[in-house]
C-alpha cells in the first residue's frame, strides 16, 4: 500500500512538472493510518525540475501529515488529497537555469522590472553569481554599453529582495501568498531559498 502511494504521488508531482529528472520520495507512516486516509509525512528530494518554465537546480521537501482519498486511490490509481497541507524545506537555482527561465514569456518581465527597479534601465541582459553578490546587467540602449550592478539577497517578510550595493536601493520579488521565504544564502554557483508553502491539489 506504501509503494502504491507513493506511486500516485510521484504521477501526481510528475503532472505538476514539466520536467524532473531525478525523484526520491519516502513516506512516513503505518499500513493502518492509511487504511484510516492519514499519511504522517512526504519527504522529497529531486534534482533538474522545471515548474511554470521555472528551472529549479534541486529540491528537499517535508510535508506536514495530510489526509488522502485512498478509496479512490486504490481504484483509479490517482491520488486525492482531502485538504491542502503544509510543507517545508528548499530549492536550490544555478545563474544558468535562472537565464533560462528569465528568457521565457511567463518570467521575462519579472527580469525586466527588476532591471528597471535597480538599474534605471531595462530590459535585463542577465544575471551570474559572483561569491555571494547577484549581478545584475542591462541590455543598455542602442550605442551605449550595458550596466552592470552588484546585489546582495536577503530574505525580508516572507519574500526575497534584492539589495544594490551602490545605493541601497531594494527590490522585492512578487511572490505567491501561500508561499514563505525564511532564507536566503547565495554562493558556491548557486542560490538556495528555505522556507514553507501551503500546497493545493
Known sequence: ????????LELWLRQQCEAIEDLEIRLEGSAAQLLKG??????????RVVFQRLEIE?????SAPMQ???????RSQNLRLDQPFRVDGWV?????????TLATAPWRELGDALAEELLGLAPLG????????????????????????????????????????????????????????????????????????????
Do not use: K, Y
Not at 488522502?68 to 486504490?74: D, Q
Not at 536550490?92 to 533560462?100: A, K, P, Q, V
Not at 546587467?137 to 550592478?149: D, F, Q, V, W, Y
Open 1 to 8: 500500500m506504501l509503494a502504491l502511494l507513493a506511486r500516485g
Open 38 to 47: 492519514r499519511l504522517e509525512g512526504v519527504r522529497l528530494s529531486a534534482r
Open 58 to 62: 534541486a529540491v528537499e521537501l517535508r
Open 68 to 74: 488522502v482519498r485512498m478509496g479512490e486511490l486504490l
Open 92 to 100: 536550490r537555482f544555478s545563474d544558468e537555469g535562472l537565464n533560462r
Open 126 to 201: 542577465r544575471l551570474r553569481f559572483d561569491g555571494d553578490r547577484l549581478i545584475l546587467t542591462s541590455m543598455g540602449s542602442a550605442g551605449t554599453p550595458p550596466i552592470e550592478l552588484g546585489t546582495s539577497v536577503e530574505a525580508s517578510g516572507g519574500t526575497v529582495q534584492l539589495r544594490a550595493e551602490a545605493d541601497g536601493r531594494i527590490a522585492r520579488l512578487p511572490m505567491d501568498r501561500n508561499v514563505q521565504i525564511e532564507r536566503a544564502e547565495l554562493g558556491g554557483g548557486r542560490l538556495e531559498l528555505a522556507g514553507q508553502a501551503l500546497v493545493s491539489a
